[in-house]
């Protein structure tokens, strides 16, 4: 017969620790494809257009269900893997914005096999300026070599990079909370195994 489900390592409150959203790589990488997507419509998009706003409130909605599922999962478990499931189809949405924006205007979606991918990667770049530096300094190199990428054609692509990791860290954090989940139960189950503690410490009529 099948008992309840274990304690949880986060303490016996009902109420377990929680909002330190701030400190998930996630929701550090989501808010950089935030900052570096209002950069770029600022520069590139149409500010009348619709596509900037789409592609902006994307990338807010990335971060914001993050924050939001981070408040919940004090109480629930399943809001909180709803709402981090809809800041991962947010960039999924932001991801495919940016690659239209590249295929209407004839630019170049760089292959997985692009040395530039990881080079982005493994320069753990930690703002939107750091980003711009990398990608001014990216741009004078290929110039050198004689390759002419246009700015905001380098400023996409490291975007859709940036958003490959964020989208990969969310599937990480699901499939973490999705265990956790299972292992431990939800808010429910908390309330019930401490219910049953309180029982059992309570002496006899």
């Given at each position: ?36 997507t ?40 399943r ?53 711009a ?9 290929l ?42 139960g ?20």
């Amino acid at each position: 017969m099948k008992g309840p489900p274990k304690q949880p390592p986060d303490g016996n409150s009902l109420i377990p620790p929680h909002g330190g959203y701030r400190k998930l790589k996630s929701f550090q990488m989501a808010e950089l494809c935030f900052d570096v997507t209002v950069r770029f419509c600022e520069r590139y998009v149409d500010r009348r257009s619709r596509t900037h706003d789409q592609m902006v409130q994307a990338a807010r909605s990335g971060t914001q269900n993050i924050v939001e599922g981070s408040a919940a999962s004090g109480t629930s478990k399943r809001t909180e893997m709803k709402l981090t499931d809809a800041a991962r189809f947010s960039l999924e949405e932001l991801r495919r914005d940016y690659r239209d924006y590249l295929r209407q205007r004839g630019l170049k979606e760089w292959s997985y096999s692009e040395p530039l991918r990881q080079e982005l990667i493994d320069a753990r770049c930690a703002s939107a300026d750091e980003v711009a530096i990398w990608v001014r300094e990216v741009r004078a190199r290929l110039g050198r070599i004689g390759r002419r990428p246009t700015y905001h054609e380098i400023a996409a692509n490291a975007a859709l990079v940036l958003i490959a990791v964020a989208c990969s860290l969310l599937d990480r954090q699901l499939a973490s909370l999705g265990k956790r989940f299972l292992e431990y139960g939800g808010f429910t189950e908390r309330m019930y195994r401490m219910r049953s503690q309180q029982r059992r410490q309570e002496p006899p009529p």
